[in-house]
């Protein structure tokens, strides 16, 4: 299963918002599902997106997302999904709040502690070409919001953590482009 870890630094971890862009920037997050798992006709079923918002007011909260045929997701209103679901968090518990979405207050670098045994990727313009790098289906791909990773934070996870750099490229691209690349290089590779 491919799994991917989208950052926000500021978006919010409550649902009390109307505006996605002012609700830190969530809009941003929203594209990354779509990217993540929508194809022209068909929603991909071997995706995790794991999205972490670290916004106000009450951060870090870890919201996941694993295929689910009942899963409530659709283009239109994957905004009112991400509120629904940020309503739906409890204190102390990890919450499915709808088919495939589970909610609970998890930070990026226990995420990652969970997930140390895989191979993890941090998405860089420094890192190593993505086509050159071996990818195997239990890969895992972080990439942040438009600010990227916290400088701090990004030294402490590749000092802690067994975390190569990699690159989609020289260019800046949206969250959302860089995951419907790299979901493009492993179905060219056929994993």
Not at 9 to 16: E, L, P, Q, R, V
Not at 99 to 116: M, T
Not at 134 to 144: D, K, P, Q, T, Y
Not at 173 to 178: N, P, R
Request: charge should be positive; glycine fraction near 6%.
């Amino acid at each position: 299963m491919r799994e991917f870890i989208y950052y926000s630094a500021k978006g919010t971890t409550t649902g009390n918002f109307k505006d996605l862009m002012k609700a830190g920037r969530l809009d941003i997050a929203c594209h990354v599902i779509i990217s993540s798992f929508f194809l022209s006709h068909k929603i991909r079923e071997n995706i995790k997106l794991h999205l972490i918002l670290d916004g106000q007011p009450d951060p870090p909260k870890h919201i996941e997302f694993v295929y689910h045929p009942d899963m409530p997701i659709s283009k239109k209103d994957v905004g009112g999904l991400l509120r629904r679901i940020l309503f739906k968090y409890k204190k102390g518990q990890k919450i499915e709040a709808f088919p495939g979405c589970f909610i609970e207050k998890k930070s990026l670098r226990n995420l990652i502690q969970d997930l140390n045994n895989r191979n993890i990727y941090l998405l860089d313009k420094k890192g190593e070409d993505i086509r050159d790098i071996e990818i195997n289906e239990n890969s895992v791909f972080i990439l942040g919001d438009q600010d990227g990773l916290p400088k701090k934070e990004k030294r402490l996870l590749l000092k802690k953590f067994n975390i190569k750099l990699v690159s989609v490229g020289k260019l800046d691209y949206f969250a959302s482009q860089v995951i419907a690349i790299v979901n493009n290089e492993i179905d060219r590779k056929e994993i």
